[in-house]
């Protein structure tokens, strides 16, 4: 492909078959069906192969051939990369979207609450948040920076560690009133333990086992109580007095600040496995936003 025309092909191509219609695919380009048409047949020939296997009438007027199925999920994801760098391309450096990805519950329990200060700082940029436990594609979702729980290592994206945190029970500050509970680590026998399942399959996440063992609680039932996917959700249910949820320091610290949530046995260390980490693609790091991001982030933690 070496010319603009080839390019322009492969766009007429790659609409048409997920149209199955010239005519669709040329509303969508903003062209006439014989212009797509006539971009299809150039390709065909430079190929030297069919791309369609062309029908008489009804639905099936226009299908993919095999090969031209087999091609397609590469070429989508090359237009969607060549479209991500017009896009960086037409980007103001020092103003315009900044996307942000980060968990649900990282969203609402640390950074809404405080993300009005960096756009105080930065009043030309606008932020985007997309909130997803999944992994996502940072070029092809044109995502800027994030911020990750694990352990420092994503393909693809450079890490810098942001904070750590510890791991403790917590609980409505009602509940430890109640005469005779919750003095020692082996009164959780008799209450509800709320877990967190929301990476619960990612080696390290804190669990109640871990926690019970190393507090030599080992006779409290680890496994029995409440079990919800939702890092944000288990405190609410601690908060609303549905029983003890094992809180992340970094998620509780605004709820313990606020007298919502009391933290249980502070004289008991436990440090968890996983860290925050600012993420982003290494070459994104010297766009002025991402660095202005990342160091309101360092900023807010704080040394």
């Not at 095999?66 to 017009?86: F, K, M, Q, Y």
Request: neutral net charge.
């Amino acid at each position: 492909m070496k010319s603009l025309a080839h390019l322009n092909a492969l766009r007429a191509f790659e609409a048409s078959a997920r149209h199955q219609s010239f005519s669709a695919a040329a509303e969508e380009l903003h062209v006439t069906p014989a212009a797509v048409g006539q971009l299809v047949r150039t390709l065909e020939d430079w190929l030297g192969t069919p791309l369609f296997v062309r029908g008489s009438a009804g639905r099936a007027r226009l299908v993919p051939t095999e090969t031209a199925e087999r091609a397609l999920p590469d070429i989508r994801i090359g237009l969607d990369r060549l479209a991500s760098g017009l896009a960086r391309l037409k980007e103001d450096t020092t103003g315009g979207v900044l996307t942000v990805t980060v968990s649900p519950a990282f969203a609402s329990k640390w950074l809404l609450p405080r993300i009005d200060r960096f756009q105080t700082a930065w009043p030309d940029l606008d932020v985007r948040l997309d909130t997803s436990l999944k992994p996502v594609d940072f070029a092809v979702q044109r995502i800027d920076v994030g911020v990750r729980y694990g352990k420092g290592v994503w393909p693809g994206l450079s890490a810098e560690h942001l904070m750590d945190e510890d791991v403790f029970p917590v609980c409505s500050p009602a509940l430890p009133r109640e005469r005779g509970r919750l003095r020692k680590p082996a009164d959780l026998a008799r209450e509800t333990l709320i877990h967190d399942l929301s990476m619960d399959a990612d080696a390290g996440f804190p669990s109640w086992a871990n926690w019970l063992r190393t507090a030599g609680a080992t006779e409290v039932p680890a496994k029995r109580g409440m079990k919800i996917n939702s890092s944000a959700a288990v405190l609410q249910a601690a908060i609303d007095g549905h029983g003890v949820a094992l809180a992340r320091s970094v998620m509780a610290r605004d709820d313990i600040d606020a007298g919502r949530l009391v933290r249980l046995f502070p004289e008991i260390a436990v440090e968890s496995e996983l860290a925050y980490f600012v993420v982003y693609r290494p070459e994104c790091a010297a766009l002025p936003k991402v660095a202005a991001f990342k160091a309101w982030l360092t900023g807010e933690v704080g040394p």
